[in-house]
């Protein structure tokens, strides 16, 4: 979907996706059936809308951008061949845990600048992540805002207790995590530090990254809701 996505920028086509990815987050927010069979019965009612998209520098992504810990997942998820589904994500963060240090960035949003430790920083588009993570849960892909979901330094035994809350949504509860909406940011860092959109890697040491939605950006076949029907 990804990069299918960023060559759609500029057209008029419409994106139909059947779910046969490892972690179809996006696919939800479309409310399609997780059996292709079905999700293509869907498809061919031909319900469709416009949605958001965000932009980060040059990369278009439709569903969230993943900044330090979760880029570092991604990253090690490459490497494993056996596994499916949302069980890939599992292994490679209990892999990431141990070896992943926290990072410093510079962090603008919404008038405000603030240079912090952090964790983690996921901005969404969509509401889950990596399968079913569900760090920005209130997040909806067409009101022209990300959610942003903040997680700052972690111990390794906080890390330990508080990700299984990110199955629910439960972590925004925690104080070290702080959510807010934009239309935008920036983010810098020095040496730099690892992102990915949509579950690809866009790179290990990034100086800076230009982050900005784009509504109404593509349209899309999904299935409507009951009231919608």
Known sequence: VHETVNGMIGGSATLAVIPIGS????????SLPKDPEQAIEVIRQNHRRKI????????????????????????ESMKVKRLRGILIYLYAVLKTVFSYPNQTVTFSANGKTETKRI????????????????????????????DVCIIHALKKREVFWHLPKVFWGGHVKIHQVQMLRTASLKIES???IAAHADGELLGMNLNTLNISILPTALKVIY??????S
């Open 23 to 30: 972690g179809n987050d996006f696919v939800k927010m479309l």
């Open 52 to 75: 958001d998209l965000g932009k980060m520098n040059d990369t278009i992504f439709p569903n969230g951008l993943g900044i330090g810990f979760d880029a570092w997942v991604v990253r």
């Open 119 to 146: 964790f983690l920083i996921a901005v969404g588009n969509g509401r889950a992540m990596g399968g079913g993570f569900f760090l920005t849960p209130e997040a909806r892909i067409d009101d022209a805002l990300f």
């Open 190 to 192: 020095r040496p730099g």
């Open 223 to 228: 299935k409507p809701s009951d009231e919608e």
